[in-house]
């Protein structure tokens, strides 16, 4: 790498390796089809509900999306745990037809339960074999080190924190404390969360580890869980881009597909070459 290409002295490290940039491509394919294929799932029973039990005669449920007749004419409706909202033309009646979610939204468009099924579970496990090289991957090259915050990042969230929030971005060799917080979220909380809520559903894999589906108080329970999760997902997903535009796309990018960083020049080591370090 010639200093052309080095703008205002910063340097360029290998900071992402082939495991994690061909992992993160997987997983954002992954996510696209679950997302969009579960809410196919979603559409065959739009409700969701707390406890073990559910239907015509339990009120249970936190979420539920449908459409009813109100003077006439048909009307989306969307009503979270008490509170009723007319969403008609987004949620429940659309484009002329009663749908919760919108076909646009969903794998396939049409109304296919079974075909929404085989996608999303083909996705749910190239994802689950996607997570599961990576952790190996990353437990051998000491990549799972980096995503621990120490104490002296945890004394640093306030400052960065007051920096995003005035678009003041720094590139440096290490991820900072709230992208260690994180991803570290996503990757042992959120994620396995939404594998275990997910197995719990399972009738099959319920004969086998019956004590899951008690752990998440029932089937129903760990169905609202799945969807939460997947909520919280979509939101890291749309803040993680809005991060990687406003911090600098291309630097961003280029370390996701070539596995080269552009730190700031106070982070260059001095005397070290631009590819001493590697950080996974």
């Not at 065959?44 to 005669?57: H, M, N, R, V």
């Not at 939204?105 to 996608?119: K, N, Y």
């Not at 086998?208 to 999760?229: I, K």
Request: hydrophobic content about 45%; proline content about 5%.
């Amino acid at each position: 790498m010639s200093n052309n290409d080095r703008p205002n002295g910063g340097s360029l490290i290998y900071r992402q390796s082939v495991w994690t940039r061909t992992c993160h491509w997987i997983w954002a394919a992954c996510l696209f089809f679950l997302a969009l294929s579960g809410l196919q799932i979603f559409n065959a029973y739009p409700q969701l509900d707390i406890g073990i039990e559910s239907g015509f005669e339990y009120k249970n449920s936190i979420l539920e999306i449908g459409a009813r007749q109100v003077g006439g004419e048909v009307r989306g409706i969307t009503r979270v745990f008490d509170i009723e909202f007319d969403t008609t033309g987004v949620l429940g009646f659309s484009n002329g037809k009663i749908q919760a979610i919108p076909a646009a939204l969903t794998i396939p468009c049409s109304q296919s339960l079974a075909t929404g099924r085989a996608v999303h579970f083909f996705f749910a496990w190239l994802l689950v074999i996607t997570i599961a090289v990576w952790f190996i991957a990353s437990f051998v090259n000491g990549h799972l080190r980096q995503l621990v915050p120490s104490r002296s990042d945890l004394h640093m969230i306030g400052p960065e924190i007051a920096s995003h929030a005035q678009l003041r971005f720094h590139h440096r060799r290490h991820y900072g404390a709230l992208q260690k917080l994180t991803y570290g979220g996503v990757m042992f909380f959120l994620i396995p969360l939404m594998i275990m809520t997910g197995l719990s559903m399972s009738p099959s894999f319920n004969a086998f580890a019956p004590w899951m589906l008690d752990m998440f108080g029932g089937r129903q329970t760990a169905r609202t869980l799945h969807f939460l999760v997947m909520l919280s997902l979509l939101g890291f997903f749309f803040i993680h881009v809005v991060m990687v535009l406003a911090s600098g796309p291309l630097n961003g990018l280029r370390s996701m597909v070539t596995g080269w960083y552009r730190i700031d020049p106070e982070e260059h080591r001095p005397g070290s070459p631009p590819d001493s370090r590697k950080e996974t």
